[in-house]
């Protein structure tokens, strides 16, 4: 019967240390983005909308763009994302297709396609510290 016992409480512990582990490994995971969607619109064209957001990849502050296509049917653009507070980074130009009412949003493992690193660290008048530009192709 104590065998019994000994061994239902060391399951009780294994169980226990397992959680408590699974915990501090989510609790100190770098997170991979922490985006408090508070979006700042940048341009307007043709029913196309680019908004900016600060975020943070990791431990590094970065600029994150949304394309919104507000029209009902699919729209090709060009858009040029610049980070206006640090000259070492060129303009970067891409080219998408949007369909109808579709949003894209950058991410931390798309670097360079609709997200810039954000080296000034500034979180607020996000309008005078990135800019988009867009042009819809025929």
């Known amino acids: 019967m104590k065998k019994s016992g000994f061994f239902t409480k060391m399951r009780v512990l294994q169980a226990m240390l397992v959680t408590a582990t699974m915990l501090l490994v989510m609790a100190f995971a770098p997170s991979q983005t922490t985006a408090d969607e508070e979006w700042t619109l940048l341009a ?9 957001t ?6 590094n502050a970065m600029y994150v763009f949304k394309l919104e296509n507000t029209t009902n049917k ?3 653009l060009s858009y040029t994302l610049t ?3 640090d000259p070492t980074f060129p303009p970067i130009t891409k080219e998408t297709v949007l369909q109808p009412n579709q949003s894209v949003i950058g991410s931390c493992d798309a670097m360079w396609q609709l ?5 000034s660290g500034k979180t607020t008048e996000l309008q005078n510290l990135a800019t988009v ?4 192709n025929p």
């Open 74 to 76: 699919s729209v090709s």
């Open 83 to 85: 980070a206006s507070t």
């Open 44 to 52: 307007s064209e043709s029913g196309v909308n680019a908004y900016v």
């Open 115 to 119: 997200a810039l690193p954000n080296s």
């Open 54 to 59: 600060a975020d943070v990849c990791g431990k």
């Open 133 to 136: 530009s867009l042009r819809i």
